[in-house]
């Protein structure tokens, strides 16, 4: 498993998955995001309550390969390490593998930004601190 | 809006509006997803029907830029083009506007290919002939 | 089909299909919430806009009998009609019937009431109005 | 909290709460499936695996009273317990409260049956063996 900062376990539940009988392809990014959540959380920084104050961190892109199916009943471990893109851009670099076999299943790349109450880009100083964008 | 081969008009349920009051980023790949689908179905080939045959029809890798957010109540149109990636793979060029405006909400590349029950590579005939994917 | 004052066609996406092959029960709670919000807007009440004014329509209990399961490419229409419960709770009386054979998928009561900022029932004088729930 | 034989911690996503900034009503509905399932599971019953078998477990009514809702970053325990309610029926009673307060957010009731490939009513022996349903 790659470095990484943060992880996160979880396990599918049996909705995630579709008539394929596999986790359907946009649930990965319900995990992806709840990861970079509960991440931000981690380092104080709560997604809901930056919503409140009006700074909205938005996803710009987001890249996802997919390696192999994540099943009923998996779990899994979600890890996350951060990229610098750019001054306003932030990279996560995110993977999840299967447990316990550390099988890769997905990695994904998710840059965003961050924009205030008037659309325009800036950084909640928490994170340019924590993550050294300036 | 682009060339494409195929659209549909879609309209944001509340229910995939998130904490920020716009669609969630996942739920782009379900409007992705189902347009793929029914591009399908209007070529005559039925995804629950491939997979019941035992064909399964794989996402390897998704790309998505966000542009502007759908809101709660907004209309769109999904569009979609193919365009071959090599021999076993093919992509599926797709965007989102939004309507009446046909603003552009996001674009996106997903790439696919085909494998059979043995796990194996292997795009269904019909694939070959309308793509001519050979 | 029953009286209804609203109806809306929907039509099943794969997606919100689930390891079984047919629509996952939770997602009619999505088809039964989108028909409301339609039928709310259809009388000019936006829910987006009453959440934004602080007033808070909200559900207090949900009935569903799940009579057959929708599938892959079913067309379907959900209709509704209201119903006094008392002063301050209304039902939407809901039902789910595939197409073009007009069978009976599912049928819901939903019991609403709302509320202000302040947490207290309040039900905004459109609905008052419209409703005659007094 | 109530009397219950099986219960299971959770957390909310973001994802999964909408407009209103609370969990979406449909949800509780993918907590309470999920909270079966892993029942299932740990009395030895896969549902992934009836369903291959041929034999599918299914929910004919949900009731649910919505008290209090959940938010971003709660916690919460669903529980369950089984109740008979006819031959072929079994009820799981269902309940969510928050953590760490264990306030009741919503309570429900889950009937449920079983038909086999020919679409007939019919418990598997497992079942039956452990619900003493006969």
Tied chains: 1, 2, 3, 4.
Excluded at 27 to 55: M, W
């Amino acid at each position: 498993m790659e470095d990484h900062i943060f992880k996160l376990e979880m396990k599918v539940r049996d909705y995630e998955c579709d008539l394929q009988g596999v986790v359907n392809n946009s649930v990965y990014q319900n995990y992806l995001e709840h990861t970079r959540h509960e991440y931000l959380k981690s380092i104080k920084i709560d997604f809901a309550d930056l919503t409140e104050r009006g700074i909205i961190l938005m996803v710009k892109r987001v890249e996802i390969d997919y390696q192999r199916p994540l099943k009923s009943g998996d779990k899994f471990v979600s890890v996350l390490r951060m990229e610098r893109i750019s001054p306003l851009r932030f990279g996560f670099v995110q993977s999840i593998y299967r447990l316990p076999d550390e099988k890769l299943m997905i990695k994904a790349l998710v840059i965003g930004t961050s924009v205030n109450k008037r659309g325009r880009p800036e950084l909640p100083e928490e994170l340019i601190k924590i993550w050294g964008l300036e």
